[in-house]
């Protein structure tokens, strides 16, 4: 029996698909051991004249909403656009059984936006890229059973 050479490949020689697949088996993993995982994708957008204006993205699982992205166009920016699309999503996550949401920025002010609509800091990592802090926000809506 003939075994394989092995061979080890770094940075963009390691196949896209390859790293999906790393990422894809790493969360089901760590889904599997948490038992009961109900995760689900969860947008929401906004369009002007079919031109997209705002949007966020991420996902809900075990009763909380994790939003991994919230943007606004930077010409609609000041309008309270971000917050009104923070509370869709908040929305569409309520329906869905959550009970808190989940976020985090690398932005001061963006950090303060969260914290008047609120969610309260959990935690900070300061220079988690020079000169920026990571704030990882949290906003319950009911306790935990």
Do not use: N
Request: aromatic share 8%; proline share 2%; net charge negative.
């Amino acid at each position: 029996m003939m075994m394989s050479e092995r061979a080890w490949l770094r940075d963009a020689a390691v196949p896209d698909a390859d790293r999906a697949a790393i990422r894809d088996a790493v969360i089901l993993h760590g889904r599997q051991q948490a038992q009961g995982s109900d995760e689900q994708d969860i947008a929401c957008a906004l369009y002007e004249g079919g031109v997209l204006l705002a949007g966020a993205y991420g996902r809900t699982e075990f009763q909380r909403l994790y939003v991994s992205y919230l943007w606004v166009r930077p010409d609609a920016r000041g309008q309270g656009l971000g917050s009104e699309l923070l509370r869709q999503i908040e929305a569409q996550a309520l329906k869905r059984g959550c009970v808190d949401a989940l976020i985090e920025t690398l932005l001061d002010d963006v950090a303060e936006l969260y914290e008047r609509r609120g969610y309260a800091c959990i935690a900070h990592l300061h220079d988690f890229v020079p000169g920026f802090t990571r704030h990882t926000l949290l906003k319950c809506w009911a306790s935990r059973a």
